[in-house]
Every structure is written in structure tokens, then in C-alpha cells.
């Protein structure tokens, strides 16, 4: 997989932190990492594509008992990662291809999660069916998997449909823009409202030329959630739940090996 040329928030801290790590649907996705941590409540937890380690971070710092490791491919980014993790002892980061990872024993994880990853698997769609089903055979009876991101919409004609992708991206640029205004606002002074605006700014202009460059991509891109779900269960998951969690086509699918 290769990030290098993708515009990408997760790549560089600053940029993390000051814009979509304050855009609602960032926060609403991490926000169900927690609710279904809270409710499995694992002893050991792996993030697949784990990138500047934010949500693992998060997650180890609510869940102090509970020990979290997180795969990226970049060597760089898991160094930022490991240094963002100083001082708690429950978590750390390790350098790999996750759809390498998934080829071992994942048995000591009760629960794997992907937030935003999973459509970085390489084309053709058969890498991602070999994922999944690499994750089935490797994971123990009654772990969990789950997947969180952004979905091709339903209406969409083709896998790689040019109006649906552009038009999904046009709604998570105003949305980028909304949220992180309100999240950047800290003062009601003239330097506080041009601040607020610049990073919404920001956020918008970053967000539509990320959606660009997913458009152009040929070796990845987006499924629909019904394939997805239709995929697990072939593989032999239960699918214990597939909801959307916000109105941009970010949903979250959670599988249970049985």
C-alpha cells in the first residue's frame, strides 16, 4: 500500500490534531471504537492501519487494563506513534503491512478494528475477500473484527462511480468545514473568528482534494457497505452489527468469529 501520494491528514501530527482530529465524523467514528470496546471489554486489542496511534491512544487511556497494539506500514508515522505513547504502559505500535499482519496468529486479540484502513487494500477486490477471510482463519472463536469508514453510497452504479464519488466528497468537505469551526473556536475576538474560519478552511480545501485523489486512484477504492456485509458472511462471520454512524456514508460493521 502506498500513502505517499494521497493527502493525508495521517501523516503529519500537526495537521492531525488541528483538523480532522476535530471533525465530527473522526470524533463520531472514534466515539464507536469506545462504545463497542466498552461493551466486548477485551483483554488484548489490535488496530489494523493504526497510523499516528490517536484512537488506540484514546482508547488506552479509558482502558487502562486493557492492552492495545496498533499495525501501520510506515516506519516514520509508528515513530510518532510510539513517542505520542510515552508514559502508559498498555500500548505500542509496529511497523508492518497489515494484510501481512492478519497472515499470523491473531488469537491473543479479543478484539481488531480498522478505522478509515480498510480500502487502502490494494486492488483487485479479491485482496480485500483474501483479507477478510485471513482474518476469519486467524482470529480465535468468539474474537471480533470491526471495520469503520467511509462507504461507495448504495445508489452508486459501479465500484468506481466518478458522480457518486465526487458528490460523496463534496458533502464531507462542507461537513469538514462545519464541524471544525465550531471545534477551532476559542474566543469570540477578531484573531479567534479568522482563526476558527482559517482552519475550517482548511479542512475543506483538504478534504475535497483528498476526495479527488481517491477518484483518480486505480489501485484502491471504495466498496458498498452491502458488499461488505455480503463478503463477511461468505467468509463464515456473524454479523452482529452493521449500522451507519453519521449521514456522510460512514458506517461501522462488527463481525464475530463463532
Known amino acids: ?7 493525508s491528514f495521517y501523516n503529519n501530527e500537526e495537521y492531525f490534531n488541528r483538523y480532522l482530529g476535530k471533525t ?16 466486548i471489554k477485551p483483554r488484548a486489542v489490535l488496530e489494523l492501519g493504526s497510523a499516528l496511534g490517536t484512537t488506540s491512544i484514546r482508547m488506552a487511556e479509558i ?14 508515522v509508528v515513530d510518532l506513534a510510539n513517542k505520542a505513547a510515552e508514559g502508559l504502559d498498555n500500548v505500542s505500535f509496529f511497523s508492518e503491512d497489515m494484510c501481512e499482519t492478519v497472515k499470523n496468529n491473531l488469537e491473543e ?9 480498510f480500502h487502502h487494500i ?5 485482496n480485500k475477500i483474501t483479507f477478510l477471510k485471513s482474518c476469519y482463519s486467524n482470529m480465535k472463536t468468539g474474537s471480533y473484527l470491526s471495520i469503520m469508514e467511509t462507504f ?3 445508489s452508486a452504479k459501479q465500484m468506481k462511480d466518478d458522480t457518486a464519488i465526487i458528490s460523496l466528497w463534496e458533502q464531507r468537505s462542507l461537513e469538514g468545514y462545519a464541524s471544525t469551526y465550531w471545534a477551532a473556536l476559542q474566543e469570540l475576538s477578531e484573531n479567534g473568528l479568522e482563526f476558527a474560519k482559517r482552519v475550517a ?9 483528498a476526495g ?3 477518484n483518480k486512484r486505480e489501485d484502491e477504492y471504495l466498496v458498498k457497505f452491502s458488499w461488505l456485509e455480503e463478503i463477511a458472511k461468505e467468509v463464515g462471520f456473524d454479523v452482529i452489527i452493521s449500522e451507519p454512524v453519521n449521514c456522510i456514508e460512514e458506517k461501522a460493521i462488527l463481525l464475530r468469529k463463532n
Open 201 to 209: 478552511t482548511t479542512s475543506k480545501t483538504e478534504e475535497f482534494e
Open 122 to 126: 490494494l486492488d483487485p477486490i479479491e
Open 152 to 154: 461507495l453510497p448504495e
Open 24 to 39: 465530527s465524523y473522526y470524533l463520531n467514528l472514534q466515539s464507536v471504537v469506545e462504545k463497542l470496546i466498552g461493551l
Open 63 to 76: 482502558y487502562s487494563k486493557t492492552v492495545f497494539k496498533g499495525a501501520d506500514l510506515r516506519p516514520d
Open 109 to 117: 486479540y479479543d478484539f481488531i478494528f480498522m478505522l478509515y484502513s
Open 1 to 7: 500500500m502506498d500513502y505517499k501520494n494521497t493527502p
Open 212 to 214: 479527488e485523489h481517491v
